[in-house]
């Protein structure tokens, strides 16, 4: 603990006599640990369980249905009837939930008060298991209820932004709003939604009941199958995530029996199949119709953020090679008073270990400011990170900062720059350390 103690008051004075060495040495650093930290919290963000959407791990999406008749083909989404129909009572699904983001394709819908006063949100239509499958946290007031779901008492859930927006505080429970002249009253605000929760964001929730989503057309277009068609998405929470294979392979007993016992000879099918929350996500990456998406993805991530942390290891690495050389006297005069090469080792490590903590410190601040700057950019670098850059930034924005606060996911960077870091002063420090006293004493005399 003493020569540790030594070693770090070396490394300290070390850092102030050589300055340029060390600015170089902590900006390097602090770059890396910036890119790499800034992406795999947007990454993060994006697959891992985070408010509202905590189940992402035990969810599976049907957002794709194609239905063959003797009118012709067609594929669209889902309606609630198609999980009436094939999720009911199905073993291992805990709860689904149907939900239509048309108005995401439409834009913003416009509300208005009773004041006048007006604002845009980004809405989603929602059924009332949809508050089930996802965990919101509501600032005031509760989720829609059954008699809220249609008619003269429909209800609206809003996002903190959009009520104090439309009401001037959080609070907004029990004001009445209007769209397309109907009114709505707002029965429960909820925090800030980011985009990154593509599932569950939203700036406004409205009854599905008040939403056609079985496009009128259809009817007329297509017989009764249609009432399964919609432009929908459907999100089953499974009771646990082993239960995913026995999930799919129920849907599909369920299709195939329904194929065989209708009369109309028209047939329905997943083309898509069942995807989980994680593939659904990286399904946009698949270029060559891989069932597995996200493995590409990862491939290439894993490359990119080994490349950013591996061409400033190799720059350090020629820099230290040359400070090591410069110091080859100083290594010399220990030697000849007994120094061993452990010892002289132990204090390099010290310094580069010093110079890592405070470049790696830089670099998280660093990647707070680029995330904060940048998050948009970033985002779109995700698969589904720029599905709505078209309409602009909503009041939520592009990920949750919460997110960036992961102890594991900053530990474990660290410790793997640190790690690179110090081999890339040890590997020439060991040369250098093995050049002879007399030689290492006269050396540049």
Known sequence: MMKAGLYFKQAWYNL????????????GTAVSVALVMAFLTVLSSRVVNTVPETHRDRMLSVSYLLYKGDRGTLGLGVSAEFGKR????????????????????????TFRNAAGISCKA?????????????????IAGRPLSESGMHGSAAELVVSESIARRLAGKSDAVGKEVYWDGQLFRICGVVRDVPISASAAFAEAWMPLDEYDINMSWLGRMFSGESSFLGDGFIYILADDRASFRKIRSGIEDRLEIFNHTDDSGSELSLPRGVPSYVESVF????????????????????GVLLLILLVPLFNLSGMVTSRMEAR??????????????????????????LLTLIGGVLGLVLSWLLLEVFSRQISMLIPGGGWLSGYGTPE??????????????????LLIIAVLNVLSALLPARRVIRHPITESLNYKK
């Open 122 to 138: 980004y809405t989603r239509f929602v059924d009332r298991n949809f508050w089930r499958v996802f965990d919101f946290q509501f």
């Open 283 to 302: 399904a946009q990456f698949d270029i060559h119709g891989n069932r597995q998406p996200v493995t590409p993805y990862i491939w290439m991530s894993a």
């Open 396 to 413: 939520a924005g592009y990920f949750d900062f919460r997110d960036f606060y992961n102890i594991y996911l900053g530990t474990a960077l």
């Open 16 to 27: 102030r006599v050589n300055r340029v060495y060390s600015a170089v040495f902590i900006t």
């Open 86 to 109: 094939f999720l009911d009572s199905l073993p291992g699904v805990e709860c689904w939930a149907a939900t239509a983001p048309k108005a995401f394709v439409d834009g913003p819908l």
């Open 328 to 353: 080859l006297t100083e290594f010399g005069t220990r030697k000849a008073f007994g120094a061993c090469g452990g010892s002289i080792l132990s204090q390099i490590t010290w310094e580069n270990l």
